[in-house]
């Protein structure tokens, strides 16, 4: 059963929306890592949020926000290599 986060202690609650955050940007990561520097910066932003609201309830969902912007920096690094090597 879901917790009701509208009872929540505002910590909780700000920690919960971080986790969403962390979620929600690793989501656009994956998107923007075709554009390097931006899709580097999104997922270093989802693994901040992500590594500080893993103390709270929601921490499967930090987790899995840190998961995905480590992925987006592996996607826009990966790209970069390959656009630098066809251009050599």
């Given at each position: 059963?879901?917790?009701?986060?509208?009872?929540?202690?505002?910590e909780e609650r700000f920690r919960?929306?971080?986790?969403?955050?962390?979620?929600?940007?690793?989501?656009?990561?994956?998107?923007?890592?075709?554009?390097?520097?931006?899709?580097?910066?999104?997922?270093?932003?989802?693994?901040?949020?992500?590594i500080l609201s893993r103390k709270?309830?929601?921490?499967?969902?930090?987790?899995?926000?840190?998961?995905?912007?480590?992925?987006?920096?592996?996607i826009a690094v990966t790209y970069?290599?390959?656009?630098?090597?066809?251009?050599?």
């Amino acid at each position: 059963m879901e917790p009701d986060y509208s009872r929540l202690y505002p910590e909780e609650r700000f920690r919960h929306y971080m986790a969403l955050a962390s979620v929600s940007l690793g989501i656009i990561s994956l998107c923007a890592g075709l554009i390097p520097i931006c899709g580097v910066l999104i997922s270093l932003a989802g693994i901040g949020l992500g590594i500080l609201s893993r103390k709270s309830e929601s921490r499967k969902t930090a987790v899995i926000g840190i998961a995905l912007s480590v992925l987006g920096i592996m996607i826009a690094v990966t790209y970069e290599f390959l656009v630098f090597i066809k251009k050599s």
